[in-house]
C-alpha cells in the first residue's frame, strides 16, 4: 500500500468511528473530533499523492491551501474549514457551546464530501497518468 493510500484509509476509519457510536452515551463533540480527524487525514492523504509532505497541523485551512498549488478547491469542500474547531475546541471539557445533533449532522455530510473529493481527486489524477 502506497504511503497516501494509508493516509486516506485512516481517514475512511474515523469517519467510520464518527458514525458507530451515536446514542445518549456519546458526545456529538467526540464525533465530530473523529469528522475533523477524517477531512484532516484525507486531505493529508492528498498532499502526499500530490507528493507533499503535509505540515504538522490540525488546521484544514491550512492544509487546503497547500492544495491550491495542485488543484482547484470547490466551495463545498472549501466548508471543511468548518471543521477545524473539532479538533480543538470541543477535544476536551470546557467553555464551549454543546454541539447539536444538527450541526453533527452537518459534519458528517461535509466530511463525506471532502472523502469523496479527495478519492475522486486521486482517481482522475491516476488515469490521466
Known amino acids: 500500500m502506497e504511503r497516501y493510500e494509508s493516509w486516506v484509509e485512516r481517514a475512511k476509519s ?4 464518527s458514525k458507530l457510536a ?3 452515551n456519546v458526545y456529538y463533540e467526540d464525533l465530530c473530533f473523529q469528522l475533523q ?13 500530490y ?18 498549488k495542485f488543484t482547484g478547491i470547490p466551495e463545498n469542500i472549501k ?5 477545524t474547531k473539532y479538533a480543538i475546541v470541543t477535544r476536551y471539557p470546557g467553555e464551549y457551546d454543546e454541539i447539536t445533533k444538527e450541526e453533527y449532522e ?10 469523496n473529493w479527495v478519492e475522486n481527486k486521486i482517481k482522475e489524477s491516476a488515469e490521466n497518468k
Open 22 to 24: 451515536v446514542n445518549i
Open 106 to 115: 452537518m459534519a458528517v455530510k461535509i466530511t463525506k464530501e471532502c472523502l
Open 51 to 68: 507528493g507533499v509532505e503535509p505540515e504538522f497541523t490540525h488546521n484544514i485551512g491550512i492544509l487546503l491551501n497547500a492544495l491550491k
Open 14 to 17: 474515523s469517519f467510520e468511528i
Open 37 to 49: 480527524q477524517a477531512a484532516e487525514k484525507a486531505l493529508k492523504g492528498l498532499l502526499i499523492y
Open 79 to 83: 466548508e471543511t474549514i468548518k471543521l
